[in-house]
C-alpha cells in the first residue's frame, strides 16, 4: 500500500508543478537554446503524465502544437506597386547569389518546418519568420519597394536565429558566417540608389516587332511579281535596226 501510494503520490504532486511550469519557464524566461535542449524533457514529462490524473489536462495541449506551420510570407501582391533599383539589383545579383552558394545556407533556404523539426514552440516565439527563399521570391518579382525593405529582411532572419536558438549553437555558428559575408556585401552596395525601369513589357514588344517583320516580306514579295516583268521589257524594245541607206540617185539623164 505505501509502494502504490508513493508511486501515485510522487509524480502526481512533482510533475504538473514542474513539467508544465517547465514549459512555461522556457517560453518566457528561460533562454531559447534550452528549449531546443529541453525538447527530449518535454516529451517524456508528457508521457509520463499519462498515468496521473493529469492526463486530461495533457492530451487536449497536444493538438496545439501540430497544429502544423503558419503559411509563408507573402512574396507577392498584385495590389502593391513593383519597383526595380540599382541597388535591389545588386542585392539580388551579387549578394543573395553569394550567400545561397555558401555551405552553411541551406537551413536558411526555406521557411522553418516547425511540424518536421519537432518545434512546436517556434512559430509561438518566432512572430515574423522569413528565410532566404522568401527573400529570392520577393526580388525576382519586384516586390521590394527599396533596398532598405530587403535588407530588413536579411536582418529579421539572422535576428530570428539568435532569439530561439541559443549562442554557440551550431545553426548560430552558420548564421553569423552568412551575416559577415552578408556585411562584406552590403558595403560593396552602391551608395546611391536609382530606379532602373522594369522591362516586363520587352516581351510583348518583341512579339510585335516579329510580327510586323513577318508582314513585310509578304510586302516586298508582292512587289516583286509586280515589278520583276518590267525589267525584261525595256532590253527588247532597245535594239533596233539601222535605218536603211538612201536610195542612189538616178543616173543622170543622156546628152541631146
Known amino acids: ?95 543573395l547569389k553569394t550567400i545561397w552558394k555558401h555551405q552553411f545556407a541551406w537551413p536558411f533556404q526555406q521557411p522553418v518546418d516547425a511540424v518536421k523539426l519537432n518545434l512546436p514552440d517556434y512559430y509561438k516565439i518566432i512572430k515574423q519568420p522569413m528565410d532566404m527563399g522568401t527573400i529570392k521570391k520577393r526580388l525576382e518579382n519586384n516586390y521590394y519597394l527599396n533596398a532598405q525593405e530587403c535588407i530588413q529582411d536579411f536582418n529579421t532572419m539572422f535576428t530570428n536565429c539568435y532569439i530561439y536558438n541559443k549562442q554557440g549553437d551550431d545553426i548560430v555558428l552558420m548564421a553569423e558566417a552568412l551575416e559577415k559575408i552578408f556585411l562584406q556585401k552590403i558595403s560593396e552596395m552602391p551608395q546611391e540608389e536609382i530606379e532602373i525601369p522594369i522591362q516586363t513589357t520587352k516581351g510583348s514588344r518583341g512579339r510585335g516587332r516579329k510580327e510586323a517583320v513577318q508582314s513585310k516580306p509578304n510586302m516586298s514579295t508582292v512587289q516583286t511579281v509586280t515589278q520583276t516583268p518590267v525589267p525584261p521589257l525595256a532590253p527588247a524594245q532597245t535594239p533596233q535596226l539601222p535605218p536603211p541607206p538612201p536610195p542612189p540617185p538616178p543616173p543622170p539623164p543622156p546628152p541631146p
Not at 517524456?44 to 503524465?49: A, F, V
Not at 510570407?73 to 539580388?92: H, M, V
Request: charged share 20%; aromatic share 2%.
Open 1 to 95: 500500500m505505501e509502494r502504490e501510494s508513493g508511486a501515485s503520490a510522487g509524480p502526481t504532486a512533482r510533475l504538473p508543478g514542474e513539467v508544465y511550469n517547465g514549459i512555461n519557464g522556457m517560453s518566457s524566461e528561460s533562454g531559447p537554446g534550452k528549449r531546443l535542449r529541453k525538447l527530449p524533457a518535454m516529451g517524456d514529462g508528457l508521457e509520463s503524465t499519462q498515468m496521473s490524473s493529469t492526463q486530461s489536462q495533457a492530451q487536449p495541449q497536444q493538438p496545439s502544437h501540430a497544429t502544423g506551420n503558419p503559411p509563408p510570407p507573402e512574396t507577392s501582391n498584385p495590389n502593391r506597386s513593383k519597383r526595380l533599383t540599382n541597388q535591389l539589383q545588386f542585392l539580388s545579383k551579387v549578394l
